[in-house]
Antibody
């Protein structure tokens, strides 16, 4: 069973860069999409973006100008950098794997493995 | 972007009740729709993928249906451990948008 674990500072100052790492165990990060998803206190889920095979990336347009997601197959990790943070970026940040099912000539993707989440607070 | 709207935002139900949650997409998404359950302080858990396929290990009282723009998650007989918040999520293309959630509370 694949396990994911987020790590990084729990407190970031406004205007600085939030940096988190997700360490994957029990399976390789190769050949899967790996995403970051966040949840502001008391709110819903927001997909931030993904990396695939340490190269390809795709970001939520609402955050695209501030986000960088990258993967490191040698360490079996992927990371998130979110620049110029404000209090609105305070949230629980989850890393997640996208599994997929192939059927009827289509590929269906879903988040089947999640980290436990890490709370990042933006405050001076 | 395609928006996902769930209804109701919350509901109260009793153990044994049949519960139905609706998710509507602003454009057709075929069957590219997933459902998750989230309990307080925990990560979401996948229940249903491809609109109606039950994830391994998920009890059969959970079922999903729909295609195009209208989808439902049904719990056939609500159990104590089912009190949680449920989210739908469109899986085709990006951004991978979630619904705003439906909180199922004890009546």
């Amino acid at each position: 069973q694949v396990q994911l674990q987020e790590s990084g500072p729990g407190l970031v100052k406004p205007s600085e860069t939030l940096s988190l790492t997700c360490t994957v165990s029990g399976g390789s990060i190769s050949n899967y999409y790996w995403s970051w998803i966040r949840q502001s206190p008391g709110k819903g889920l927001e997909w931030i973006g993904y990396t695939y095979d340490s190269g390809s990336t795709n970001y939520n347009p609402s955050l695209k100008s501030r986000v960088t997601i990258s993967g490191d197959t040698s360490k079996n990790q992927f990371s998130l950098k979110l620049s110029s943070v404000t209090a609105a970026d305070t949230a629980v940040y989850y890393c997640a794997r996208e599994g997929f099912y192939s059927g009827s000539g289509r590929n269906y993707y879903y988040f089947d493995n999640w980290g436990q989440g890490t709370l990042v607070t933006v405050s001076s | 972007d395609i928006q996902m709207t769930q209804s109701p935002s919350s509901l109260s139900a009793s153990v044994g009740d049949r519960v139905t949650i609706t998710c509507r997409a602003s454009q057709s998404i075929s069957t590219y729709l997933n459902w998750y359950q989230q309990k307080p302080g925990k990560a979401p858990k996948l229940l249903i993928y491809a609109a109606s396929s039950l994830q391994s290990g998920v009890p059969s009282r959970f079922s999903g249906s729909g295609s195009g723009t209208d989808f439902t998650l049904t719990i056939s007989s609500l159990q104590p451990e089912d009190f949680a918040t449920y989210y739908c999520q469109r899986s085709y293309s990006t951004p991978k948008t979630f619904g705003q959630g439906t909180k199922v509370e004890i009546k």
